[in-house]
């Protein structure tokens, strides 16, 4: 007699080996994750970056970190199916110099099927982090650490971190959430006279309003091993760059620090925190209106800035944490693209020449011993002169973009402080549920809107970008269309 499919279920030990080889290539499927992070912190003194003159730092007020979380999805039958390791750092930029040597010393070590072209490095750009770029600066010959001697310190740091982070990989999940906080507010002050400035004055009849928008949404993604009862990493998405102390001359990460301290005394001393910062180019941690109200807020709860800006932030990462504690993936998409971009050049006009190089007769006209603290703004001036001279050979830039998809969620990089606007446009296009936008994923250069181009001041002047308004374009478009792609006949995770 013949016996159906569903006959055979009657027998249990039928059913349970039924039930069994059902589940088996889901339990033999494996999502990796390593998390790692150390101290980058320089030895002193130090010059510092951020400011158009030289600060020597000979005090550390609160370390520097880089923190990686390295990701590989397995297929069932244990072939690597893609990767990824991410790595924030407290520094302003990340010269294209620093990530060449750091996958080159990962190359050179073959770690267990890394491949370092899967590794991208982000700055949270505070204005209290070391030189990495020699000549920028004026400074002292000896007794204090120069660029090049901090940048072979960094690489072989993250490097050693990046492997460590790859691996202590163990099977794990991922979860997603959003809450929001205002921590950053549009620091460019437009004027009736249709003219703008970053920090303008607003206390004056020829205050028109502020220019653009901002984005207040706390993006995070909470990663835990699977034997764990609490997240072992997370990567916060903030826009706003880490600049709430950056004309100090001490080393200091800003309020990353504040941050990760308060969300380990939240989730435990081990646990490990990327600092991402969104589009932000024309964002601020300072008040541009109502700063003797907001100074009183301060007073009144007895918060320093930078605790208030973390106790904002930790808040958000909370109302986040509610909705991703009971929706945990163990088996979510990974998949990562590297991109090679290249994007239409801003030309420097004839007469953005002749300002530039009036800005360069100025200062060496000038007294002798105002020359040097001014080297810096001669390097701004000097490098739109050598850009005129190339533009016609050199129209495009190249550039290196990420895009990830992890579960529901979409991840993209950029190298530049990129005006929110175009980082609201990349999410509005996005498929993804969620969309987490890094700006300084290399050496930066702010990328301007058309209308701020418009109005002119610094962030918008052509000394200030590389890419203008139609490369911004490019990159929003290649952006998505590289977020989309990922999607393409594919459904959600949920």
Not at 271 to 297: F, N, P, T, Y
Not at 309 to 315: D, L, P
């Amino acid at each position: 007699m013949k016996r159906d499919f569903f006959s055979c279920l009657v027998n249990p030990f039928v059913a349970v080996s039924f039930c069994l080889l059902l589940m088996l290539p889901r339990l033999q499927a494996e999502f990796l994750i390593g998390a790692a992070q150390t101290d980058i912190t320089p030895k002193l003194p130090v010059a510092l970056s951020g400011q158009f003159h030289t600060r020597i730092a000979e005090a550390v007020e609160s370390p520097l970190i880089a923190a990686a979380v390295a990701l590989e999805k397995r297929d069932a039958d244990g072939n690597s199916l893609d990767q990824a390791v991410m790595v924030s750092c407290d520094l302003v930029i990340i010269p294209d110099e620093v990530l060449e040597k750091v996958r080159g010393i990962l190359r050179k070590r073959g770690l267990d099927g890394l491949q370092p072209r899967k590794v991208f490095l982000s700055a949270t750009h505070t204005h209290t982090a070391p030189v990495m770029i020699e000549g920028n600066y004026e400074i002292p010959e000896e007794g204090v650490t120069t660029p090049s001697e901090f940048v072979e310190f960094l690489v072989i740091k993250v490097a050693d971190l990046i492997e460590k982070a790859w691996g202590e990989r163990k099977p794990g999940k991922v979860a997603w959430g959003l809450g929001h906080a205002v921590v950053a507010q549009n620091r460019r002050v437009t004027y009736l006279d249709g003219t703008a400035k970053m920090y303008g004055r607003t206390r004056t009849s020829r205050f028109k309003g502020i220019e653009g928008i901002e984005d207040h949404g706390v993006e995070v993604l909470f990663f835990q091993a699977n034997e764990a009862d609490r997240p072992g990493a997370m990567a916060v998405n903030v826009a706003c760059p880490a600049q709430a102390v950056g004309n100090r001359s001490a080393v200091n990460a800003d309020y990353w620090h504040e941050v990760r301290r308060s969300l380990t005394e939240k989730f435990g001393d081990s646990l490990v925190v990327l600092g991402w910062i969104g589009a932000a180019g024309d964002q601020s941690l300072h008040h541009m209106l109502r700063k003797a109200a907001e100074q009183r807020m301060l007073e009144a709860r007895g918060l320093t800035r930078l605790e208030e800006i973390s106790r904002r932030i930790v808040a958000a990462v909370d109302d986040a944490w509610v909705a991703a504690k009971d929706d945990f993936h163990d088996a979510p998409t990974l998949t990562h693209r590297v991109l090679e971009l290249e994007l239409p050049k801003r030309m420097v006009s004839p007469e953005e020449l002749a300002e530039a190089e009036a800005a360069i007769r100025k200062i060496h006209n000038g007294p002798e011993e105002e020359r040097h603290p001014h080297k810096a703004l001669l390097a701004w001036n000097q490098q739109t002169v050598d850009r005129f001279e190339r533009q016609d050979a050199e129209t495009a830039l190249p550039i290196e973009m990420h895009a990830l998809r992890i579960g529901d969620v979409a991840i993209c990089t950029n190298p530049f402080e990129l005006f929110t606007e175009y980082g609201l446009r990349m999410k509005a296009r996005s498929e993804a549920l969620q969309t987490f936008v890094i700006q300084l994923a290399g050496p930066g250069s702010y990328l301007a809107t058309e209308e701020a181009e418009a109005r002119g001041g610094y962030s918008a002047i052509v000394n200030s970008c590389l890419v203008g308004p139609q490369g911004g374009g490019v990159l929003v478009d290649e952006t998505v269309k590289a977020i989309n792609a990922m999607w393409k006949d594919t459904n959600r995770e949920r």
